[in-house]
């Protein structure tokens, strides 16, 4: 395991009003990553984002996990990708070390799926991450929100909050999804694929 350290970005659009809707469970998730670790959020001088540089995950024998900058870019979801490679490069890293968590629409609310490369499936925020870093060869965490019901939007469904039925999954559902990130990190992605995806 490589002591370069990782950029862990979590999605969402900023301010209270957006604070609790499916669009910004990446945003909950960080919370809750830097929350494990005692890590506080402050405002990056040189990128538009909150920041908070940590480690996450126990190595074997106890030795604390890999180097992190946990990051929420403070931009509107769909312009993130300046912030993300701003960071990458003040950092000095790589797109390989870069791991985005974010909602995803096509998978059923509950579910937490995993993966390195391919599409960004219509997220803007993730079009715009892959124009701006130049590769789509990034790892998600890609956080199950479900479709919209019946003829809603896709647009609405996401900048709603998660219902009162979701609400009460939804601590699981993030507590999940910061467990997959720091798999991720400290025994690798196909671990963490076979932990998670079995799941489903």
Do not use: C
């Amino acid at each position: 395991m490589t002591d370069s350290p990782w950029l862990v970005v979590g999605l969402g659009n900023p301010g209270p009003r957006y604070a609790g809707n499916r669009h910004n469970v990446g945003h909950m998730v960080l919370d809750l990553l830097a929350e494990r670790v005692g890590a506080r959020f402050t405002r990056h001088p040189r990128a538009q984002a909150a920041v908070a540089e940590a480690r996450l995950g126990v190595l074997p024998g106890g030795v604390p996990g890999p180097r992190v900058v946990l990051a929420k870019p403070s931009t509107y979801m769909n312009v993130s990708g300046g912030p993300v490679a701003g960071l990458a490069q003040y950092y000095g890293i790589d797109a390989d070390h870069v791991l985005v968590v974010h909602d995803e629409v096509d998978i059923p609310f509950d579910t937490i799926k995993l993966k390195t490369g391919g599409g960004e499936g219509g997220h803007n925020g993730l079009r715009d991450i892959s124009k701006a870093l130049g590769t789509r060869d990034y790892t998600r965490v890609r956080v199950g929100v479900g479709r919209p019901p019946g003829r809603t939007d896709t647009a609405d469904h996401v900048l709603k909050d998660f219902s009162a039925t979701e609400r009460k999954d939804l601590p699981i559902l993030v507590d999940d999804a910061a467990d997959a990130v720091e798999m991720v990190l400290v025994e690798g992605l196909l671990a963490a694929q076979g932990r998670f995806h079995a799941k489903v």
